[in-house]
């Protein structure tokens, strides 16, 4: 079964730029997608196929995806950005999420 | 706006049955495929199944099927999921989300507020 890797953790400090990866086979020639936990609350999308922002989703968030990894970028982080982070992909019509990263602003 | 409410969940003993519902407003419903996203406690998430606008077509996750069935009623606007032999790994909440398009595979691009499953004798 297809699987993607995610670090299980990410520090940054305010103002700094937060890059997360996810790692799958041939990843880059499926779409990336990126969801933002917080603590108690339900995901939500901020990164549509592979670099597209759903409306209310700052600019600072930004996608890539590109061989084997898809990559989240948080430029000029918040600390409103503390969370977790998961990517997602479709493998043959089958969802696939990541382990997810807990991004830490300190 | 959006809404999406999700209901059915409980304490099932393990070997039980449970059909949870998630109510859409907001939108035209028979126009979006839906998922099932679980998330145990404490861990990620995890797809679980999606079925298109039409209901034509349905998705699992390859370890549950045979356990689980998704189901729609476009005229209630209400996405199902039906889930027997329960077990205590399925313990989890189990979200709900919108897809943005008919078919699958599409972005889960609204999410609703869960509902907990707590499988335990």
């Known amino acids: 079964s297809y699987e993607l890797t995610q670090p299980p953790s990410v520090s940054v400090s305010p103002g700094q730029t937060a890059s997360i990866t996810c790692s799958g086979d041939k990843l880059g020639d499926k779409y990336a997608y990126w969801y933002q936990q917080k603590p108690g609350q339900s995901p939500v999308l901020v990164i549509y196929?592979?670099?597209e922002r759903p409306s209310g989703i700052p600019e600072r968030f930004s996608g890539s995806n590109s061989g084997n990894t898809a990559t989240l970028t948080i430029s000029g982080t918040q600390a409103m950005d503390e969370a977790d982070y998961y990517c997602?992909?479709?493998?043959?019509?089958?969802?696939?999420f990541g382990g997810g990263t807990k991004l830490t602003v300190l | 706006e959006v809404q999406l409410v999700e209901s059915g969940g409980g304490l099932v003993q393990p070997g039980g049955s449970l059909r949870l519902s998630c109510v859409a407003s907001g939108f035209t419903f028979s126009n979006h495929a839906m998922s099932w996203v679980r998330q145990a406690p404490g861990k990620g998430l995890e797809w679980v199944s999606a079925i298109s606008g039409s209901g034509a077509s349905t998705y699992y996750a390859d370890s549950l099927k045979g356990r689980f069935t998704i189901s729609r009623d476009n005229s209630k606007s209400t996405v199902y999921l039906q889930m027997n032999s329960l077990r205590a790994d399925d313990t989890a909440v189990y979200y709900c989300?919108?897809?943005?398009?008919?078919?699958?595979?599409?972005?889960?691009?609204?999410w609703g507020q869960g509902t907990l499953v707590t499988v335990s004798s």
């Open positions: 989300a919108k897809d943005k398009d008919e078919v699958v595979p599409a972005t889960m691009d609204y």
């Open positions: 196929q592979d670099s």
């Open positions: 997602q992909a479709w493998a043959s019509s089958t969802g696939v």
